[in-house]
């Protein structure tokens, strides 16, 4: 199966979930099948776990989802067990394997030679971590963890390759406002304070 067939699957499922996307292909296939301001991307290989695991507790009655990779989980393999010791019920961590790194040259990752991301994740403490092979397999899953307010990980084995999709028309900073100003408006809640600058503010009148 294709990633980006997975992502067309469960784009319609999540609701207003959170989304934090790794970075490369995946991104732009996101956004292509669930365009939203709830969108985050992460330009950083390796964070989105860690990113996902501090939305999730500050937000605990929203859905957040992490879509991960292979390349970029194997880079930050220390969150898997602060995540399963914070378990936040409302955190669905998605890992694309496709054995390479995509966006960097196409080199092999470990998970080609035979590590398992799935049993690291339950060796750390994930109390749900499962494999899926097919698309209706991998839908399925997305649609437990989403009814089942526990952490889960949904492994999906994916064929290498990219959905041709156009580049999105922002860039990271103006992607971060956004989302922050998305859930400020969603949650009724004020994130940004910090006041303008004196030369923004106007000047008293007479």
């Not at 880079?75 to 914070?86: K, Q, Y």
């Amino acid at each position: 199966m294709k990633r980006y067939e997975c992502l067309e699957a469960i784009a319609g499922e999540v609701g207003d979930a959170l989304a934090v996307t790794t970075a490369g292909a995946t991104t732009l296939e996101w956004n292509r099948f669930r365009p939203s301001d709830g969108n985050l991307m992460c330009k950083t290989l390796g964070l989105v776990s860690s990113i996902s695991l501090g939305i999730a507790l500050g937000l605990p009655q929203r859905k957040v989802l992490a879509l991960d990779g292979d390349g970029a989980l194997l880079m930050n393999l220390c969150a898997l067990p602060t995540i399963a010791w914070r378990r936040p019920p409302n955190f669905i961590h998605i890992v694309f394997d496709n054995g390479i790194y995509e966006s960097s040259g196409a080199r092999a990752t470990a998970t080609s030679a035979g590590a398992d991301l799935v049993e690291i994740a339950r060796g750390a403490g994930y109390p749900h971590a499962t494999w899926t092979t097919t698309v209706d397999e991998f839908r399925k899953e997305v649609q437990a963890a989403l009814g089942r307010y526990a952490l889960s990980l949904i492994g999906a084995k994916v064929e290498p390759g990219r959905c041709p999709v156009p580049p999105l028309e922002l860039d990271e900073v103006e992607n971060k406002y956004r989302f922050i100003r998305y859930i400020e408006r969603s949650e009724g809640m004020k994130i940004l304070t910090r006041p303008l600058p004196a030369s923004y503010r106007r000047a008293p009148l007479g």
